[in-house]
């Protein structure tokens, strides 16, 4: 059965308007992109966190990571309104009713709830617990596409998946070497299990693969822009109700604090998620997210070159996998998940 949105009529920026050609290389670029301005903003966070980020000379005093994921998403959509608004005509951002709610249930299921999770699992147990369950996204958005036939389960593609996330849990730094086969273990305390947070995680990262899977469905028959800003709109929206104006402005947030909130909205929501919505129209679902998998390796490359990091060998290993993910997913891709059903 054919989604309803799917037989709208395309906008000119749409994935199903006439002359448009995916370009995989191009969505692979998006994408890594996306994945790199993630990684300099998670080394941003980091500084603000631990006390190391100045501006203009000044420390920028601890911004906490609930007003962080909200302020990003809110600064975003105050800015971009207004530059969609001027450079293309208000007529533009207009949808209709249940166009809005698709884009409501994208920003609010999707963009706000994997943030909102991933951040509650990071409260409960530790970053890299929160990374490596958030990361098996790509395994729900393969048994996804596979369970509704939009893809074949070709060797490359799950091998693509698995490379991915194998290569997500020896890149955060929580495996090391061990004397006794097979000489890889846990290291100890690398990771705090707790029942609310392992739950955050995983709820997190079935947000994550859910605005993929649906982001790439929009993209197929709405106009990105448009998509994006009230996807984005939506989830801005829904962090009132998690942390109300009133609280924020009982905290009294400094000058530097806004200015720093205010910059990381740039790298952290406007500019990466423009160039991931970009990506889903190059590329499926299941390609998407593993290539997304490249923002933690970027983040320790970024932190080793930033904040002076140590690489160990088994981050590099696990970078490789990651790097060899891509590679297996474009392998595995073949003819476009629509054409594969059809056959």
Known sequence: MVPTAAVREPSSFSSTAEGFQPSPVRG?????????????????????????????????????????????????????????????????????????????????LGIAASNFFYYLAIQRTNVATAIILQYLAPVFV???????????????RIAGVAAAVAGCVLAVGVVGRTAHFPWLGIAPGSMLLDHLGVAAALTAAVAFAFYNVFGSHLMESHDRWTVQAWALGAAGAGWLFVNPPWRIVAAHYSGAQWTFMAIFSVTSTLLPFSFYFAGLHHLDATRAIVT??????????????VLGEMVGPVQIAGIVLVLLSTLLVQMGAGKSGALEAME
């Open 142 to 156: 393969l048994f996804w596409m596979l369970g509704r036939g939009l893809q074949k389960p070709t060797l490359a």
């Open 292 to 305: 997304g998998c490249l923002e933690p390796v970027f983040s320790i490359l970024v932190a080793a070159a």
């Open 28 to 108: 692979y670029l998006y994408i890594g992109a996306a994945a790199m301005l993630w990684a300099v903003s998670a080394t941003l966070g980091r500084a603000v966190f631990t006390g190391r980020m100045t501006l203009l000379g000044a420390r920028v005093p601890l911004v906490p990571p609930l007003m962080l994921a909200q302020s990003r998403t809110t600064f975003a959509v105050l800015v971009l309104f207004p530059l969609l608004a001027a450079a293309r005509g208000a007529g533009s951002l207009r949808m209709k009713p249940r166009e809005l709610l698709d884009c409501t249930l994208f920003g609010t």
